[in-house]
C-alpha cells in the first residue's frame, strides 16, 4: 500500500516546512535550475516525436507558484521525486545518471496527467441537465453539483454581477424579458437604466442582451467523488499539485465550498467556454480600485480582438451578503493559463482530445456486426 506521500509513484514531502535553513532555498534553486536548464535544452533541439516541453512544464509550475511557501514545497517534492538531495552545490549533479532523466520525465507526466490534462478535459464535457435543471436556470457547462445548488449558485452571482457578463458586460436575455414583460418600457437594468430604446424596442439582443451562465473559476470536478463520497487517487494527486502552486488554497474548495459564488463569475456562453478552457485570465490591476482586472487572452486579436483585452472592475453588492470572486483564486487560474500556453501542454491537450473526439465519431458511425 502507497504511503500518505505517495501517489502514483510520485513522492510528496512529508514536510511542509519552508526552506529557511540558512542558504537552503538559493542551494535548492540553483540545483533546480541547473537541472531544467540541462534537460530543457537537449528537449528544445529535438523536438521530434515531443509532445509538449516536460522540462519546460516542471519549471513554469515552479515559476508561477503563487507563494515562497508554495514553491519550498514544490522544490521538495521535485526533488524527492528525482531522488537527489535538496541541499549542496548545483556542480554536485551527476547528469550520467541514468535514472536521472526517466525520473524528471515522470514528475512531468505526474503533473500533467493529474492536473493539467483533467483541468483542461473538463471544460470539454458537455452535460445534458435534466427539464428540471432547465427550468431552475442551471447551466451546462462544468456545472456538475446538484441542480439545487447550481441554480442557487447562478443566482447569487447574477445578483452579485447586476445580471451582466462581467467581461462583455451584456445583459442577460432571460431576465431582461421578464422585467419587459412586468414593467413595459420602463423597465430597467440594475443600475436603474431603461432597457429600452425611446420607441419602447428591446435593444437588439446580439449587441446589448445574451443568455448568461456561471462559470466556475476552478472546475467543480476538481473535488467531486464518487458513489463512496470520496476522492479518487487521481483527485488527489490533482488537490496536491494544487497544494505546490498555492499552499492552502484546497482548503478554500473543499465539499461544498467549490460551489460558492467567490469561485465563480457571469459570462456569456462563448466567454465561459474561452474562460474554461484557461484562454482566458484576470490579472490585477495595482493602481486601480480593488477588483479590478485586465482580462487578457492567448488566442489571435481577429477572433477575441473586440472582447479583449479590457479593463473592467467586478460588481460587489452594496451589503457585501454575496462574496466577490476570489482574487486568489483568479490568480491561480491564470498561473495555470500561463503554464498550459507556455509549455504547450495546453494544445497538446487540445489534440488529445480532439483525438479522442474523431474516434467516438468513427465508433458512433460504425454499423454493427451482424450474426450470419
Known amino acids: 500500500m502507497a504511503s500518505p506521500n505517495t501517489l502514483e509513484g510520485i513522492t510528496y514531502p512529508a514536510s511542509v516546512a519552508p526552506l529557511e535553513q540558512p542558504g537552503l532555498r538559493d542551494q535548492a534553486r540553483r540545483k533546480f535550475y541547473r537541472i531544467i536548464n540541462h534537460f530543457e535544452a537537449t528537449e528544445s533541439s529535438d523536438r521530434t516525436g515531443r509532445s509538449y516541453n516536460r522540462p519546460l512544464l516542471i519549471r513554469l509550475t515552479y515559476e508561477y507558484s503563487c507563494s ?5 514545497i514544490y522544490l521538495r517534492a ?14 554536485d549533479v551527476d547528469f550520467s545518471n541514468a535514472e536521472l532523466e526517466p525520473a524528471l520525465v ?11 490534462l483533467p483541468l483542461k478535459a473538463s471544460t470539454k464535457k458537455t452535460l445534458q441537465p435534466s427539464p428540471v435543471y432547465h427550468s431552475q436556470g ?16 447562478r443566482g447569487a452571482c447574477l445578483i452579485r454581477d447586476r445580471h451582466r457578463c462581467v467581461i462583455s458586460r451584456r445583459f442577460d436575455i432571460t431576465e431582461a424579458l421578464n422585467r419587459v414583460r412586468k414593467y413595459g418600457d420602463d423597465a430597467k437594468d440594475d443600475d436603474g437604466n431603461l432597457l429600452s430604446d425611446d420607441d419602447g424596442n428591446l435593444l437588439p439582443g446580439e449587441t446589448q442582451f445574451e443568455r448568461l451562465e456561471v462559470a466556475h473559476i476552478l472546475p467543480h470536478s476538481l473535488t467531486s467523488r464518487d ?4 476522492l479518487s487517487r487521481s483527485k488527489e494527486a490533482a488537490l496536491a499539485i494544487l497544494n505546490m502552486l498555492d499552499y492552502g488554497v484546497v482548503d ?30 484576470f490579472e490585477p490591476v495595482s493602481d486601480q480600485p480593488p477588483h479590478t482586472y485586465r482580462i487578457g487572452s492567448f488566442l489571435p ?38 503554464i498550459l500556453h507556455l509549455s504547450a501542454a495546453g494544445d497538446y491537450i487540445d489534440k488529445i ?7 467516438a465519431i468513427q465508433v458512433d458511425r460504425t454499423e454493427p456486426c451482424r450474426s450470419t
Request: aromatic residues 8%; negative net charge.
Open 353 to 359: 482530445l480532439d483525438d479522442m473526439e474523431k474516434k
Open 301 to 338: 486579436s481577429f477572433i477575441v480582438g473586440r472582447l479583449v483585452p479590457v479593463t473592467r472592475t467586478l460588481f460587489l453588492t452594496e451589503s457585501r451578503s454575496i462574496d466577490p470572486p476570489l482574487s486568489r483564486l483568479l490568480a491561480l487560474h491564470r498561473a495555470i493559463a500561463h
Open 78 to 91: 521535485f526533488f524527492q521525486s528525482v531522488a537527489l538531495p535538496i541541499n549542496g552545490e548545483d556542480d
Open 138 to 153: 442551471g447551466e451546462s457547462q462544468d456545472l456538475v453539483g446538484t441542480p439545487e445548488r447550481v441554480a442557487e449558485l
Open 68 to 72: 515562497e511557501t508554495s514553491q519550498d
Open 106 to 116: 515522470r514528475f512531468a507526466e505526474h503533473l500533467f496527467d493529474n492536473l493539467f
Open 252 to 281: 478554500l474548495l473543499a465539499g461544498n465550498d467549490i460551489d460558492r459564488p467567490r469561485n465563480a463569475i457571469t459570462l456569456t456562453h462563448t466567454l465561459h467556454c474561452l474562460f474554461g478552457d484557461f484562454e482566458l485570465f
Open 227 to 230: 458513489a463512496d463520497s470520496q
